[in-house]
């Protein structure tokens, strides 16, 4: 039925309970309107039905009534199952009716005119029986196979579909795809005309891999998405991954945790990267990438933090041992439940299926940091593209999480180091890259940040090694010659410190020259300052005789004018 909003009439909406299909359809299928859902064998149409029937009982309030022409209710019950849904304990509880109806050609004559009047009769007593607001049909197409008049089954098919118009009953009718898959039709091109929403489904298989798509053929008086979804069927149910349509209007933190290396967290302005962020670790093979992630996961847990790290190309006894060189013992925090390391190969399932394993690892163990080692694994056979999809869906559930993701891509020798494989960093937030340095016959490791959105870094690179005391980040060396590591910057280093102590040595030989002559100096201006007093001394021991033979002389005169006078 459809309902007023703000004086324009909007097509009212039920949910399926697919997770992700009523994200691209704003809500699920047309409600009272009938919708049509068609492919090839194997693509799901009938356990797409039966969720929705099942979801509707419930969660929505909404009975259902499942027609059958094909599969018994003992088979449907056990489809069911797959998915995860209890269709038996529903029908004991009256929300939900199956109805088999079974056609033998062998037993049918076609003869003069005719109609479904029987089949209505029939479908309005099993809705009656539960007060069903939500049927399934599956599939009408089998009546195709049996009666040759087309122009009396299509009368029939749009007068039922106007019957369960009606009724305002919500329904699916599934069909098979007709010999042109190109076309997007059914089998004999009937329903999708007549039909308010028709759903596409395709089973293909690429480069030995199964994979499910699903696309909106149409969908009348909604938007909707309108691209190609992947989707897939697993014990948990059908689950379409809208890539496109994850708004980016999730929370962020203002927390800063550590990478587990000081030296990093240093770099990165000393206190680590934003919680909730996703950092890309790259690098050619043997550069550290794994354990900058052991580094990261093993600080969480020292956090008292849940942390996850999903491998795809070691076992988790391997990554454990080979960690204990470096003196990381990750191994008690799995013993803890702190850590839960996990291994896929990439060839295991496809992009979808391993989105969805991990989606379901996050959701059960709840970590706040998850590591991915190596994520170009995936590029084994599928297209760069879809890989980068399949991230981008994967970096917004983390994130929308607030969970602190690292992922780690491995890039081939001789590649520009500023790109990678899988063409992903434009979405991370901070992304470090490790380097091989190769100088004097011998190769050593660097690192450098080249970006961190959000805080201030460092720009410089840094050479780092790895030992069993751990990892240790050093300064390298930069001189004329260019950035040198390893043995080139200690001979370098030992050539400068002799230099150094040759300076230092003619600085003190010249120091030591200077001073010896100003002690000459003042020792030539004490001998010159003794001779000066001498010679003082002795003109004024001069000057006070002559002074005294002057005074004697002059008495002597004055004595003989007395005599005279």
């Not at 309030?61 to 209710?73: A, D, M, Q």
């Not at 180091?417 to 470090?432: F, G, M, Q």
Request: hydrophobic content about 35%; aromatic content about 6%; overall charge neutral.
């Amino acid at each position: 039925m459809d309902k007023s909003k703000n004086g324009t009439l909007v097509l009212s909406k039920a949910p399926t309970g697919v997770k992700g299909f009523d994200e691209i359809t704003g809500g699920g299928l047309p409600s009272g309107r009938p919708t049509l859902i068609f492919g090839g064998p194997g693509c799901g149409k009938t356990l797409f039905s039966l969720q929705f029937i099942a979801h509707g009982a419930l969660h929505e309030g909404e009975n259902g009534v499942v027609i059958s022409f094909e599969e018994s209710p003992e088979e449907l019950m056990i489809n069911a199952g797959s998915i995860g849904l209890d269709l038996q304990t529903l029908i004991d509880q009256k929300k939900i009716a199956v109805d088999f109806i079974k056609f033998d050609p062998h037993e049918l004559n076609e003869a003069g005119t005719y109609n479904l009047e029987g089949l209505f009769l029939r479908l309005e007593a099993v809705i009656a029986e539960v007060n069903a607001k939500r049927v399934a049909i599956d599939t009408l197409e089998s009546l195709f196979t049996i009666f040759s008049r087309r122009d009396i089954i299509r009368a029939e098919i749009s007068r039922l579909f106007r019957w369960l118009k009606e009724r305002n009953l919500t329904t699916i009718v599934t069909g098979e795809v007709g010999p042109n898959t190109s076309s997007n039709s059914t089998r004999y091109g009937l329903e999708e005309y007549i039909s308010d929403c028709v759903i596409y489904l395709d089973n293909r298989v690429e480069n030995q891999i199964t994979t499910r798509r699903l696309r909106i053929v149409k969908y009348r008086g909604s938007s909707h998405g309108t691209n190609e979804y992947p989707f897939l069927i697993s014990d948990l149910g059908i689950n379409v991954l809208p890539v496109t349509s994850i708004g980016l209007d999730y929370e962020v933190s203002k927390e800063r945790i550590s990478t587990g290396i000081p030296d990093l967290d240093e770099m990165l302005g000393g206190k680590g990267v934003f919680r909730g962020s996703t950092i890309l670790i790259s690098g050619t093979a043997g550069t550290g990438k794994s354990t900058i992630g052991a580094y990261f996961v093993n600080a969480a847990c020292e956090r008292k933090e849940k942390a996850l790290f999903i491998s795809f190309e070691e076992s988790p006894y391997q990554i454990m041992r080979n960690m204990t060189s470096i003196g990381l013992n990750l191994k008690k925090f799995v013993d803890k439940g702190l850590l839960k390391i996990v291994a896929f190969r990439p060839t295991m399932f496809g992009l979808e299926m391993h989105l969805i394993n991990i989606m379901h690892l996050i959701q059960q163990e709840n970590p706040s940091v998850v590591v991915l080692d190596p994520i170009n694994s995936f590029l084994t056979d599928v297209r760069e593209h879809d890989v980068k999809l399949m991230l981008m869906r994967l970096t917004d559930f983390i994130k929308s999480k607030n969970i602190t993701g690292m992922m780690l891509s491995l890039t081939g020798g001789g590649e520009h180091t500023e790109r990678t494989n899988v063409a992903i960093s434009s979405i991370v937030d901070t992304w470090i890259i490790l380097r091989d340095i190769e100088q004097s016959g011998e190769r050593n490791r660097g690192l450098y940040i080249l970006k961190s959105r959000g805080h201030k870094h460092s720009n410089q690179i840094r050479e780092f090694k790895l030992s069993d005391r751990g990892l240790k980040l050093i300064e390298v060396y930069r001189g004329l010659a260019g950035v040198l590591t390893g043995s080139a910057r200690i001979a370098q280093e030992a050539k400068e410190e002799l230099e150094q102590l040759e300076y230092k040595q003619e600085i003190e030989r010249l120091l030591n020259k200077l001073e010896n002559r100003r002690r000459t100096l003042e020792n030539q201006i004490e001998i010159i300052k003794a001779n000066f007093d001498a010679e003082t001394k002795e003109i004024e021991l001069q000057i006070e005789q002559l002074k005294h033979r002057q005074s004697v002389l002059e008495e002597r005169k004055k004595m003989i004018g007395k005599m005279r006078s």
